[in-house]
């Protein structure tokens, strides 16, 4: 911000106001120039002289606008653009009114900001994963080996389960814990259909029925991305009982409807709290709904569950492009 501060730059109203005075002195010193210029020379040639000079006058007016206002603008939209999807970029090198150069700084500190920000969360995540792993592993390496003892009563050998049991649980939410932290990274740009990603969710998911609606239908969202977040939420239909679901897509819109018992009202404001679930029992982390809030999130998008008389219905709602 100090670099943005110490260059002068004019006002946008300098800018705006210098713009229309100009205009109209123009047009009046036209006026004025004609009614000498052509008894002198002619009013034809009077007029052509004067419609050359105000032409060039405009031009430079013109082009003092598109350096001071328009290409400014179009920088910082292209910056904010290439930052909005993860890639590196550097920030434009003018700035044009004093107005657009205290717009640029804030826009660029937001960035920072956001940047640092989305670091620190995967920083820790992967400290936490880091250091909780080891004495995980170790309660697991331990219990394994008490299990092979001769001398353990079957009270000891329940504690031994449910020891065993807790630490691959503890495994899991650390898994889920680095998904999570890596799904808020937008790397999943550009647009696929259904269609192209039924075969494999048909796969990974036999036992559901799939039905799709519109499967040509372009969403907004690259197929890798699109597929985790298909995955979890038909993993959560699946593990809820669900035997049929229907995708359907339509311009910036996909919803998912599943046949399953559907979510109570007292869990409805719950679902995408992360570490959420009602089967953990089964093996549930309570991360699947977050991890793909997170990425939809993390590209503009937004999911939300919509009130449905059979089942669970989703709807996602992509950013206008």
Not at 63 to 79: F, G, I, K, N
Request: net charge negative.
């Amino acid at each position: 911000m100090a670099g943005l501060r110490r260059k002068w730059r004019p006002s946008l109203a300098l800018v705006l106001g210098g713009g229309l005075a100009g205009t109209l002195a123009l047009s009046l010193l036209g006026l004025i120039a004609l009614r000498y210029l052509g008894p002198e020379i002619g009013f034809r040639n009077a007029a052509i002289l004067l419609a050359v000079l105000i032409g060039l006058a405009t031009g430079a007016l013109g082009y003092l606008l598109v350096r001071l206002l328009l290409r400014p603008m179009t920088a910082l939209a292209e910056y904010s653009a290439t930052v909005q999807q993860g890639e590196p970029a550097d920030p434009p090198d003018h700035y044009g009114t004093q107005e657009l150069s205290r717009l640029a700084g804030s826009v660029l500190d937001m960035a920072e900001t956001l940047q640092r920000r989305e670091a620190s969360i995967r920083s820790f995540a992967d400290h936490v994963t880091h250091e909780l792993k080891t004495p995980v592993t170790a309660i697991r390496a331990a219990g394994e080996l008490l299990q092979d003892a001769d001398t353990l009563g079957e009270a000891d050998r329940a504690l031994l389960r449910q020891i065993l049991g807790a630490s691959d649980q503890m495994q899991t939410q650390l898994t889920a814990l680095n998904k999570v932290a890596a799904a808020r990274v937008p790397e999943h740009h550009g647009s696929t259909q259904l269609a192209a990603l039924v075969p494999d969710l048909h796969a990974t998911f036999p036992e559901l029925e799939l039905l799709v609606e519109a499967g040509d239908q372009a969403l907004p969202l690259a197929a890798s991305g699109l597929r985790v977040v298909l995955q979890h939420l038909l993993d959560n239909a699946r593990r809820h009982g669900a035997g049929r679901v229907i995708l359907s897509a339509s311009p910036g819109r996909l919803t998912i409807q599943d046949d399953g018992p559907g979510i109570s009202d007292g869990n409805r404001d719950r679902i995408f709290t992360p570490f959420f679930t009602t089967m953990r029992e089964e093996g549930g982390t309570g991360m699947g709904l977050t991890i793909a809030a997170n990425l939809l999130a993390a590209h503009g998008a937004q999911i939300t569950l919509v009130p449905s008389d059979i089942g669970a219905r989703f709807e996602v709602m992509f950013p206008a492009l």
